[in-house]
C-alpha cells in the first residue's frame, strides 16, 4: 500500500480486489454447495411442490446462465463480475428463504400468511441491512483496519445482533411448528447460510464503486478487464 500514497486508504481497502482465477473458483464453490446443494436440491426433493419449484428455478437457471460468461472468460470480464456476485447473492438468500418456507409450510404443514409475511420482511430487511452495515464498514475505516490487522477492530454488536435475531426468529418458528429436531437444524442451518448469502450481496456497492473509480483501478491493478491474452500469462 505504501506505493499508493495519493490514494486515500478508504478507497484502497474497498478496492483490494480478487484476481480472476480467485473468481471462478468462487462461482464453482459457492453454486454447488450453497445454491445447488443446501439451496435447489430441497426444493426438488419430496414431497414435490411446483409453489416452490417455479419461483426458485426461475432465478437460479438465470444465475446459472450468467455465470457461464465468468467461467469461460474470467478475464475479460473482470469487472461485471462483482455486480455478478453481488446480484448471486440476493438469489441464493432467496431461495433459502424458499426452503425455509417449503419446511414451515410443506413439511411442517403450516398454515396461514403471517409466517410467510414474516419471513419475507426479514429476508428483504437481512438485505438492506447489509447494504447500510457495508457501507458503514467502508466509510468508518474498518475494512482499512482490518486489512492492516488492527487488532482493536472488533465485530458490530449490531451486527451480532441482528444476525443472531434472524437466527433466533427462524428457529421459534420452526420449533412452535413442529416437534422434529431434523427441521429445527435444517431450518436454524438454512438461516445462518443465508446470513452469510446477504453479506455476498453488497458486491453490487462494489461494482458500482469501481465504475466510480475505475481510473484508480486502473492504477492499482494495470491489467483490469483485460482478455487473458493480453495480460502475458
Known amino acids: 500500500m505504501n506505493k499508493h500514497k495519493d490514494i486515500d486508504p478508504i478507497t484502497l481497502s474497498y478496492l483490494n480486489l480478487q484476481t480472476p482465477k480467485e473468481n471462478r473458483r468462487n462461482i464453482i464453490t459457492f453454486f454447488i454447495f450453497f445454491l445447488d446443494i443446501i439451496g435447489l436440491l430441497p426444493i426438488l426433493g419430496e414431497p414435490f411442490s411446483y409453489a416452490y419449484f417455479w419461483p426458485a428455478v426461475v432465478p437460479v437457471a438465470f444465475i446459472h446462465i450468467w455465470a457461464i460468461v465468468y467461467l469461460v472468460a474470467p478475464f475479460m470480464f473482470e469487472k ?28 411442517a404443514g403450516l398454515d396461514g400468511r403471517v409466517p410467510f409475511i414474516l419471513g419475507a420482511l426479514l429476508l428483504l430487511g437481512l438485505l438492506v441491512f447489509f447494504q447500510l452495515f457495508n457501507h458503514r464498514l467502508l466509510y468508518s475505516g474498518t475494512y482499512a483496519r482490518l486489512q492492516r490487522n488492527d487488532q482493536k ?39 445462518i447460510l443465508s446470513i452469510l448469502t446477504a453479506f455476498f450481496s453488497v458486491s453490487v456497492h462494489k461494482y458500482y464503486f469501481i465504475l466510480k473509480h475505475e481510473e484508480t483501478v486502473k492504477k492499482l491493478y494495470p491489467q483490469f478487464g483485460l482478455p487473458k491474452r493480453k495480460r502475458g500469462i
Not at 82 to 107: D, E, S
Not at 155 to 169: F, W
Request: net charge neutral; charged share 5%.
Open 80 to 107: 461485471s463480475y462483482y455486480l455478478f456476485f453481488g446480484i448471486y447473492g440476493i438469489v441464493n438468500t432467496y431461495v433459502c428463504f424458499l426452503v425455509i418456507q417449503k419446511y414451515l409450510y410443506v413439511y
Open 153 to 191: 477492530v472488533t465485530l458490530s454488536p449490531i451486527l451480532t445482533a441482528s444476525s443472531i435475531g434472524y437466527v433466533i426468529v427462524h428457529f421459534l418458528l420452526s420449533t412452535f411448528m413442529t416437534e422434529s429436531l431434523t427441521m429445527i437444524i435444517i431450518v436454524t442451518g438454512v438461516s
